[in-house]
């Protein structure tokens, strides 16, 4: 499998139910999941050959750094675009399963794609466009 070597990091207030709903709505897999009563100290979850790690927010080093888009009028300070090449079918899922779309789809001949918000607020971007693929070929 071919690796990624950027990994976006976030925490929730409820991982495991944002593990859960990043599977189910948005075609995440679960990689590895290590939790012990509620809390995840640490999960990966892959799509395609990117991964995101996830972890309860609790009251360590790191945590004091970061804010939960929800605690802030979901106002996100970075976001994910994800290339997905079957668009379509992901917009219906997500849309069809209660993701919050906040850019619906939009088609574009240079690359579609849609933006929703997952239930602590963090934003989530797909698209058809692949940056790793040059236009010309």
């Given at each position: 499998m071919?690796?990624s070597n950027?990994?976006?990091?976030?925490r929730y207030?409820d991982?495991l139910?944002?593990?859960?709903w990043?599977?189910s709505?948005l075609g995440f897999k679960?990689?590895v999941?290590?939790?012990?009563?509620?809390?995840?100290?640490?999960?990966e979850?892959t799509?395609?050959n990117?991964?995101?790690?996830i972890?309860?927010?609790?009251?360590?080093?790191?945590?004091?750094l970061?804010?939960?888009?929800v605690?802030?009028e979901n106002?996100?300070?970075?976001s994910a675009y994800?290339?997905?090449d079957?668009l379509?079918?992901?917009?219906a899922?997500?849309?069809?399963s209660?993701?919050?779309i906040?850019?619906?789809l939009?088609?574009?001949?240079?690359?579609s794609?849609?933006?929703c918000?997952?239930p602590?607020?963090?934003l989530?971007s797909?698209?058809?466009?692949?940056?790793w693929?040059?236009?010309s070929?």
């Amino acid at each position: 499998m071919t690796s990624s070597n950027i990994i976006p990091a976030m925490r929730y207030r409820d991982a495991l139910s944002a593990i859960k709903w990043l599977c189910s709505v948005l075609g995440f897999k679960e990689h590895v999941v290590f939790q012990d009563k509620g809390i995840v100290h640490h999960a990966e979850l892959t799509f395609g050959n990117g991964m995101i790690m996830i972890g309860t927010l609790r009251d360590g080093p790191f945590d004091k750094l970061i804010k939960i888009p929800v605690d802030i009028e979901n106002i996100n300070t970075q976001s994910a675009y994800i290339y997905t090449d079957k668009l379509d079918a992901h917009y219906a899922h997500a849309k069809n399963s209660g993701a919050e779309i906040v850019l619906p789809l939009k088609k574009d001949p240079h690359g579609s794609g849609y933006t929703c918000r997952d239930p602590e607020g963090y934003l989530w971007s797909f698209g058809d466009f692949n940056p790793w693929v040059n236009e010309s070929e």
